[in-house]
């Protein structure tokens, strides 16, 4: 008992959405695997969706307890509002601890939440910032907080060259760089993530050297992030932390028994799983097209289609493919990733689904649709080459007969072998990363021992301005 305590109490602090719930919590699985007491810090509304095995869940204030984000119903009030009473809640979750044999040593915060560095500074611990996105798009917002690259990015048929990047065309961009005035509280949101970083203590991003070591490398003095990804569930990768077969969060309930009996009677690689996340909502034109193309491909699919999309779908579409397809609400993501029936991944490229994809070795068909999800598709074809980006049309849509010929290039002929040799390699260097000695384990390893060493000190009550410690 008491070398855990000596390990220091990091208090985890999440974005309340699904894509930052998941890579916080399993960071604070991996921190209590290695003897750091760590407490999951979330709202009212989400913490009902928690259950993670040695680690703490307490509560903290946005200001909408009964509904969330959905009861604001408009970002820029949301923040301001989750700024306010998140700092102060924040503030007594930490007090409560004071007096305990666990005081508080280190805030881990969401970057989208940069208030919370200021509450652990007033308490004099440390604050490390966490990054959910690919560390290609944070050195891309890093330039722009730092006046290196102006809004909005105009592109004249030549990439834009960043140091450190590789060339990026128009459509690889993340969609407020042409448009920054598309959704004007979200980039206020990502440029925020960098305005009182120079106080953080550490800075993490949930990526790996072998995948975006360079892309991190070139903004290193503006950014130093310590690497630690993929933050995956580790039944999927290492299997060093016990039982850990998910993330411990779902905001929607899965389907998950009815997916995996249905997988049970296809054969290997025959089936096409379709997700496009928590955040996308497609549009009605989009989902027929999407449904075209699967009915025309003909392969077994499974596709998650939200409650809110349900009505989207195409008169008649369900019941003629009924012996093809499955249509769920919500499902277990990585356990259907994971089963070896699933041959293509057709996905909105989101980070947290591409590492999942990446992983598990699944070839992809990206689908992006707004912000950093253009960038990462762009890296899943051309960089890593696990996979096609489907092309959109001058309407910005994905027609099925794009869908089919990526498909088709995904899943059998010469292309297909190579894409599927690389999305090989990807799922053994992820998994060789939060292996015992990998480049990860060993950033998470360093961080830990820092907590170690401040604690038998008493550094953390000396602290007055934020220093990169690793």
């Not at 289609?305 to 499902?331: A, H, M, N, Y």
């Amino acid at each position: 008992m008491v070398e855990k305590e000596s390990k220091g109490h990091v208090v985890v602090l999440p974005y309340p959405s699904q894509g930052h719930i998941n890579p916080l919590l399993q960071f604070a699985k991996r921190l209590a695997s290695k003897g750091v007491k760590a407490t999951f810090a979330t709202t009212h509304y989400t913490i009902k969706s928690i259950s993670a095995a040695n680690v703490g869940v307490e509560p903290i204030s946005d200001g909408f307890d009964m509904g969330g984000f959905a009861q604001a119903g408009n970002e820029d009030l949301y923040l301001k509002s989750f700024k306010a009473n998140g700092s102060r809640t924040l503030s007594e979750l930490i007090q409560k601890f004071q007096h305990s044999t666990s005081p508080v040593t280190c805030v881990v915060y969401d970057s989208f939440l940069p208030w919370a560095l200021d509450v652990a500074k007033r308490h004099a611990i440390y604050g490390a910032s966490f990054f959910t996105n690919s560390a290609t798009v944070c050195h891309i917002f890093c330039r722009i907080h730092h006046g290196l690259l102006s809004l909005p990015v105009k592109l004249e048929n030549i990439p834009l060259l960043v140091p450190g990047l590789p060339p990026l065309n128009f459509p690889d961009l993340p969609s407020f760089l042409p448009l920054p005035e598309s959704y004007p509280a979200y980039l206020a949101m990502k440029l925020s993530q960098y305005s009182n970083l120079d106080m953080a203590d550490w800075i993490f991003s949930n990526t790996f050297q072998d995948l975006e070591g360079e892309e991190a490398k070139g903004i290193s003095e503006l950014w130093p992030a310590k690497l630690i990804g993929p933050m995956v569930p580790s039944a999927y990768l290492d299997g060093r932390i016990e039982d850990d077969n998910g993330y411990g969060a779902s905001l929607w309930k899965p389907h998950g028994e009815e997916c995996i009996k249905w997988l049970e009677t296809k054969p290997p690689k025959s089936v096409v799983y379709v997700s496009f996340g928590s955040m996308v909502s497609l549009t009605a034109e989009q989902m027929e097209e999407i449904a075209g193309g699967l009915k025309e491909r003909g392969l077994p699919f499974v596709w998650v289609v939200k409650e809110s999309d349900q009505g989207k779908l195409p008169d008649g579409f369900v019941e003629s493919t009924k012996e093809k397809g499955l249509i769920v609400r919500w499902c277990n993501q990585l356990e259907l990733l994971a089963h070896p029936a699933i041959c293509c991944f057709v996905s909105h490229c989101g980070w947290n689904s591409t590492l999942e994809g990446l992983s598990l070795g699944v070839p992809m068909v990206g689908v992006p649709q707004w912000t950093d999800q253009l960038t990462d598709a762009k890296f899943v074809e051309e960089i890593w080459q696990v996979g096609l980006r489907a092309k959109e049309d001058e309407k910005g849509v994905v027609r099925k007969e794009q869908l089919v010929m990526c498909l088709k290039q995904v899943t059998e002929g010469e292309k297909s072998l190579e894409i599927r040799k690389n999305a090989d390699k990807w799922k053994e260097l992820a998994k060789n990363a939060l292996g015992e000695g990998g480049s990860s384990d060993k950033c998470i390893n360093e961080f830990v021992e820092q907590l170690i060493r401040a604690n038998e000190k008493g550094e953390a009550k000396d602290i007055t301005n934020g220093h990169h410690l690793l």
